[in-house]
Structure formats: structure tokens, C-alpha cells
């Protein structure tokens, strides 16, 4: 949601003649809570909605001690299960280095850690695709006008993916394609969405998620209509793809993505994507595919600081 009109909506009405113009946060809890929350910049925002939400509901301005009762759920549950946690972990359950335990060596005292390892990183994958199916766009060329560089927040985090993001629509090709990564609900489609606005301003722009241009993949194939398929997604002078990780292991799909990437660069039309990893690291995706995927510019989006957190938070008091 876009942070300045959630504060405007939020401070209207009864509860803004009662606070002055604004919902305030006290200096102490804007601390404790950028401390405290281990999200992603979503997840921020979420608390933030409770908090005024519940100062407005009870007309007081809260103190640490109420956003404490108010936010233990989410304090109780901020830990992140990551691959490389499950393979450390495994590795020191069974006393195994875990350079032995991700070697080419084929011993039976590395088999049973190795298969365990393996089972819990793909449960654990399963369960956050769930998540990130989720937040993907599943609409194509519905740019959300709120997601917009004017409300980005800049942090050290972020800051080069923002710069370049800005510099493609001043001179688009000048990294092409631009990839952008980073985990859920860090600012990605957000800047992709920002990219689009610009360009749509002077150029011909498709914004797409992976899961829907999937989606008319399919469509095209039933319907025995591929050549439309072709022609639509390769006329555009600007192509912003996002979550380009749902095409793992689906080779009809990643073929005609590797075609479609092709005619765009002959045209010198400009590409950008967005994943949750970079183009090396894709799970059961073609060689080439990754290889024209880096040949741009790749950047990175890391989870917030402190300040970033300050940042963000203080955009909403």
C-alpha cells in the first residue's frame, strides 16, 4: 500500500481532531519496533497498520509496553528457515563437516544427512513458494500508479537497484536486461512497477508476472493460437517480466521464453526481470537462459537495516 495515502486515510476524521494532524509515533517505539521487526519491508508495513489501527480504535498514543501485547504474534514467529540453515544444521546433527556433506564423495555415513538435507530445503521451498505465488502480479500491463519512485524509500539495502532502475528510463538499453533480485516483499515489483510507469510515458510497455505469461502460454498452446501468442509478447518496446523463478523446470515455457527474450534484444527493446535469486543460482532452468539473463546489469535487494526501518516507519508517522 502506498505509505502516504495509508497515512492520509489514516489520520482523517474524528481521530485527526484528536492527534493534531497526524497519528504520532513516539521516537521510543519507532526504536523498538525497527529493532524488533526481522520481516521484509511487507511484513513492516503490516505492523505498522495494526499499530495506528489500534491507537485510533483506543484514541491514546502507544507506548512500547502496548505495541509489545499488541505484536507478540509476530515477534514469536520472525524466525526464516533458509536451505543453508537446513544444511548446517544437518551437517552438525550427524558430526559432519559441511563441506563433506555437499561433496562428490559417495560414502554411506554422508547418504542418510544428504537425503535429509534435501528433503527438508524442497519442504521448505514448497512452503515459501505458497507465500511468494501469493504476492506475485496476476495481471499483465496493470501498473499500479501508487507504486511509483516518489514513495520508494531509499535505504543502503536498496539504493543501487533504485539508482539503475532510474537510469534504464532515462536511457533504456543502457543495461539490458537490468535484474533485479532480492526475497519477498523487498521492493521489486515495486520498482519494476515504478520502471513501467515512466516508460509508459513515451514508449509501448508490457508488464507481466512469470505465473501469467505461464498462464497465456498454456491458453495459446490449447487454443492453437501460438502465433498470436508470439506477435503480442514480442512487439513491446519495453518487456518487464517478475518472478522469472516460476519458469523452474518447465521447459515448453522456458523455451519460448528463451525465443521471446531473443526477438526483444534484436529489436534493442529494453528487458528488465525480477527474481528471488540471481540468474546462476535458478532451480532446473536452461544454461542459456541464465547466461542471457546475466549478460545485463544484475542487482540486489537486501533485507532492510535499522535505518531503513527508521526510514519507513517515520514515513508513516
Do not use: W
Not at 515455457?253 to 540471481?278: C, G, M, W, Y
Request: charged share 25%.
Amino acid at each position: 500500500m502506498l505509505l502516504e495515502n495509508f497515512i492520509q486515510k489514516q489520520t482523517s476524521g474524528k481521530f485527526q481532531s484528536q492527534f493534531d494532524e497526524k497519528y504520532n509515533i513516539s521516537e521510543e517505539v519507532i526504536n523498538f519496533i525497527a529493532n524488533e521487526c526481522k520481516t521484509n519491508i511487507r511484513g513492516l508495513i503490516g505492523i505498522l497498520n495494526r499499530i495506528i489501527t489500534f491507537g485510533r480504535i483506543h484514541k491514546k498514543i502507544l507506548s512500547i509496553s502496548d505495541c509489545k501485547n499488541i505484536l507478540k504474534d509476530v515477534f514469536s514467529q520472525t524466525r526464516v528457515i533458509t536451505v543453508d540453515k537446513i544444511q548446517n544444521t544437518v551437517s552438525g546433527f550427524f558430526n559432519i563437516s559441511l563441506n563433506e556433506m555437499l561433496s562428490q564423495r559417495r560414502s554411506r555415513p554422508l547418504a542418510r544427512p544428504r537425503q535429509i538435507a534435501m528433503y527438508l530445503s524442497k519442504k521448505n521451498k514448497e512452503i515459501n513458494l505458497v507465500t511468494e505465488i501469493k504476492d506475485s502480479i496476476l495481471n499483465y500491463n496493470r501498473l499500479n500508479p501508487d507504486l511509483n519512485f516518489d514513495n520508494f524509500v531509499k535505504g543502503s539495502s536498496n539504493e543501487i537497484a533504485l539508482s539503475s532502475s532510474k537510469k534504464i528510463c532515462e536511457q533504456t538499453s543502457r543495461y539490458n536486461p537490468l535484474y533485479i533480485y532480492g526475497g519477498v516483499g523487498l521492493g521489486k515489483t515495486h520498482l519494476l512497477n515504478a520502471i513501467g510507469l515512466e516508460l509508459k510515458k513515451k514508449t509501448n510497455v508490457m508488464f507481466i508476472s512469470t505465473e501469467r505469461f505461464m498462464y497465456h502460454f498454456i491458453k495459446s498452446i490449447k487454443k492453437n493460437d501460438m502465433v498470436n501468442f508470439k506477435d503480442f509478447f514480442r512487439k513491446s518496446s519495453v518487456f518487464i517480466i517478475d518472478d522469472i523463478q516460476f519458469i523452474s523446470g518447465k521447459e515448453g515455457l522456458q523455451e519460448e521464453f528463451f525465443h521471446t527474450f531473443n526477438s526483444l534484444l534484436e529489436k534493442s527493446s529494453q528487458i528488465i526481470v525480477s527474481a528471488d535469486r540471481p540468474p546462476m543460482k535458478l532451480d532446473r532452468v536452461q544454461e542459456r537462459i541464465k547466461s542471457r539473463l546475466s549478460g545485463g546489469l544484475i542487482v540486489d535487494i537486501d533485507n532492510p537495516d535499522l535505518d531503513l526501518k527508521i526510514k519507513i516507519i517515520k514515513k508513516y508517522n
